[in-house]
């Protein structure tokens, strides 16, 4: 089983221009890659493999990019021994050549490889050394996209162990290259300053939590993403913070505006789950009637949409059940 985790970066090997010939057939493979026909970018690759060790040999440049590739690829084909030793070769070809920026960013790779299938100290040995590495030959800024994987994984590492000081600082790293990459107001800095928002909310600490929600907000207002989901949720999340500060009302009035959101771009599933809050939060205040009335809207929601035996609906039903 993997966990699954949105990851939106290419974990290319970077590429100096090598043959004519060798870069043709690579280019094919890397093409399979991107469109995600990885049964065909597969066969291709198997295939420059036996090429590039004929013609270059296992300790060559060539070869640690074609493993590189044939390790993304058999990821993505939940080959995870393959990938493994993919990965594990193209980091020793590339340091046989002395390229450690490729050695960095193969272990940003293998170490993504681990945490997916739950072998986080793997993970984070091999992520820490490729962030060590970047990190000290980064005084120009010249690694800061090379940055951002190893710092996301990180940060979810740290963020499931409940070590949230590392999880913190790790997420401060990530949106700090973010922001010098993409700017001050992309769409990705919001959303990744709500995780912060929340790690401050897991570690108890409520004012810094709502600075960060307001630094998503700030953002989001103005790039909130597809149909504004993302400011949506951010809203429906500083209802929660203000739910677990005791201020019912103050939830009340973010959960609200992310309802609004939610109704207008049909997003069933956020709904849902902002008018069982809503629910939570006029229970809090004794007003059963109201509580009842959202509890009833999220099970209707979720009962459409997913039946009646799924989790979210259960819990929705239990929670119209007690105020009826």
Excluded: C
């Amino acid at each position: 089983m993997k966990k699954l985790v949105v990851i939106v970066m290419i974990f290319i090997s970077f590429v100096f221009i090598i043959s004519d010939e060798w870069q043709s057939k690579y280019d094919v493979v890397y093409g399979y890659y991107l469109s995600k026909d990885y049964e065909n970018g597969y066969k291709k690759g198997l295939e420059l493999l036996d090429y590039t060790l004929k013609e270059y040999g296992s300790k060559s440049s060539e070869a640690g990019h074609i493993y590189n590739i044939l390790g993304l690829i058999s990821k993505n084909l939940d080959k995870f021994d393959e990938s493994e030793t993919y990965f594990t070769k193209s980091i020793t070809a590339f340091k046989m050549v002395n390229d450690y920026r490729n050695v960095s960013i193969i272990k940003s790779n293998l170490g993504g490889l681990y945490f997916d299938y739950f072998y986080d100290d793997l993970a984070r040995e091999n992520l820490e050394d490729a962030v060590s590495w970047f990190e000290q030959n980064n005084s120009n800024g010249k690694y800061d996209k090379d940055l951002m994987n190893p710092y996301y994984y990180l940060y979810e590492i740290y963020n499931y162990s409940y070590d949230y000081p590392k999880a913190i600082d790790y997420m401060k790293k990530l949106i700090n290259v973010e922001e010098k990459s993409y700017g001050n107001t992309d769409t990705i800095v919001g959303v990744d300053y709500r995780s912060l928002a929340w790690l401050y909310i897991y570690s108890e600490d409520f004012s810094n939590a709502e600075k960060n929600f307001e630094k998503s907000l700030s953002i989001l207002k103005v790039n909130g993403g597809k149909n504004n989901i993302s400011l949506g949720i951010t809203y429906n999340d500083y209802g929660v913070l203000y739910d677990y500060k005791g201020e019912y009302n103050k939830a009340l009035d973010y959960y609200k505006k992310a309802a609004g959101i939610f109704e207008k771009s049909n997003n069933m599933v956020e709904l849902a789950n902002t008018y069982n809050n809503m629910g939570l939060a006029y229970e809090k205040l004794d007003k059963l009637s109201d509580a009842k009335i959202y509890y009833q809207k999220a099970y209707d929601i979720s009962k459409r949409e997913y039946g009646e035996k799924n989790d979210e609906t259960k819990k929705y039903k239990e929670n119209l059940d007690r105020v009826k």
